[in-house]
């Protein structure tokens, strides 16, 4: 199985501000993912990171507001931009396994904008 | 209708019993299927990948319909660690995942 890391593991942030996120994913994988999840809701996927080019976002997500990179293939980030209350949240990064096409998460980030 | 649904539950089942969960899905070509286990404030963990034939991993058994579109998941001699909110996964033919909702167990002494 995939061991994913994520920092920071939570981040208290003033409106208006912008959080970093890391992801680092210690095998091989193919796809890595970005999710929200508000508290006792379900997984939301933000953007699907692609190695060496611009993320593919879901709707209701665009690029000014998470951009996302990908430098290589084990490696993400996620930035969360201008936030604001409505953005406090777990983010959650994802990756399939490129062996056994399992998905892995990390244990996300706990975002509180203030 | 969505993609893939499950009962939200929660399904509240005392200690030593056996529960089964559903998992409907609409797209007729997916290809892969999953459940996964996400404890209260921690990140969903695969729990098994789901078999054409039928998969058991101890207490655990998985069972896919093809043609009515449905997934299981039963668990036998449920215990108080069993609790947990359970994810049913999808993957379509483009490897696009889908996610249910979850459906909540909560075991009881």
């Known amino acids: 199985s995939a061991v994913i890391s994520q920092k920071p593991s939570r981040d208290i942030c003033q409106r208006g501000t912008s959080l970093t996120i890391q992801c680092q994913v210690d095998s091989q994988v193919t796809m890595m993912f970005w999710y929200r999840q508000q508290p006792g809701q379900s997984l939301t996927l933000i953007a699907t990171?692609?190695?060496?080019?611009?993320?593919?976002?879901e709707s209701g997500f665009v690029i000014d507001k998470f951009p996302i990179s990908r430098p290589n293939l084990t490696f993400s980030t996620l930035t969360v931009s201008n936030m604001s209350p409505e953005d406090s949240s777990i983010y959650l990064c994802s990756a399939v396994s490129t062996l056994s096409y399992e998905q892995y998460f990390g244990p996300g980030t706990r975002l509180t904008v203030t | 209708r969505k993609e893939v649904e499950q009962d939200p539950g929660p399904f509240n089942v005392p200690e030593g019993a056996t529960v089964a969960f559903n998992c409907t899905y609409s797209?007729?070509?997916?290809?892969?299927f999953f459940w996964y286990r996400q404890d209260c404030r921690k990140e969903p963990k695969l729990l098994m990948s789901v078999y054409s034939s039928g998969n058991e991993d101890g207490r655990f058994t998985a069972q896919l319909n093809r043609a009515s579109q449905y997934i299981s998941l039963l668990i036998r001699d449920s215990k108080l660690s069993d609790s947990a909110t359970y994810l049913c996964?999808?993957?379509?033919?483009?490897?696009?995942?889908?996610w249910g909702a979850g459906t909540k167990l909560i075991i009881k002494p």
């Open positions: 990171a692609n190695q060496g080019s611009e993320a593919t976002y």
């Open positions: 797209n007729s070509a997916s290809q892969s």
């Open positions: 996964v999808v993957r379509s033919s483009n490897y696009q995942l889908i």
